[in-house]
Every structure is written in structure tokens, then in C-alpha cells.
């Protein structure tokens, strides 16, 4: 089973651009497809993005497609969101998780980064 920790998140304006990165533990990474969520205050936790496998194959959701990227590097054990127009309502803690094999849902997961978006 992997472990996960997310960093990059922080304070940034409207328009303004982060990268996050979740770093995993364990040989098996490349293993795993791995999402992006995020739970903004007062809010049930979301879905952003995730990526397959081997980083062929990605979805967004509706609130970021053509604004956030997710990709991974397998050979350094990492996934990214790169984020992009950012926007006040993209406030929110950044948690990325690992999509357990066999069951097909996100059973591992990091402790999350902050990301706050000024107006």
C-alpha cells in the first residue's frame, strides 16, 4: 500500500497559477490511478481529477477542465495538479488518493494541502 503527502498549496490571487504534487511511497505507484479531491469549508469533499495508470488517460471534473492538469511521473512517484486561472472558489483543502486495485475506490489518502484563492 502506498503513502501519500501533498504539498505546494498556499495563498495565491484570482487568475494566479500552483502546483500541487503528492508524493508516494512504495514500489508499487505506477500501480495505482490516482485522483485529485478537494473540500472547500462547510462542503462535502469533490472530485477534481484523476489519471490512469500509466498518465494516458485522465478526466476532470466540470469546475476545472481546461483550467487544471493532472499528470504523474512514475519514475519519481508523483502526481500533479497544476492549476491554472485559479479562482476564488477553487478555495479548498487538496487531498490526493490512490484508487485501491481491486475495489476501485479511493481507499488511500494524503492529509491534504491548502489552497486559498483571494479576490
Known amino acids: 500500500q502506498v503513502q501519500l503527502v501533498e504539498s505546494g498549496g498556499g495563498l495565491v490571487q484570482a487568475g494566479d497559477s500552483l502546483r500541487l504534487s503528492c508524493a508516494a511511497s512504495?514500489?508499487?505507484?505506477?500501480?495505482?490511478?490516482m485522483g485529485w479531491f478537494r473540500q472547500a469549508p462547510g462542503k462535502e469533499r469533490e472530485f477534481v481529477a484523476t489519471i490512469s495508470q500509466s498518465g494516458g488517460s485522465t478526466l476532470y471534473a466540470d469546475s476545472v477542465k481546461g483550467r487544471f492538469i493532472i499528470s504523474r511521473d512514475n519514475a519519481k512517484n508523483t502526481v500533479y495538479l497544476q492549476m491554472n486561472s485559479l479562482k476564488p472558489e477553487d478555495t479548498a483543502v487538496y487531498y490526493c488518493a490512490a484508487q485501491n486495485i481491486l475495489t476501485r475506490t479511493y481507499d488511500t489518502w494524503g492529509q491534504g494541502t491548502q489552497v486559498t484563492v483571494s479576490s
Open positions: 512504495g514500489r508499487t505507484f505506477s500501480s495505482y490511478a
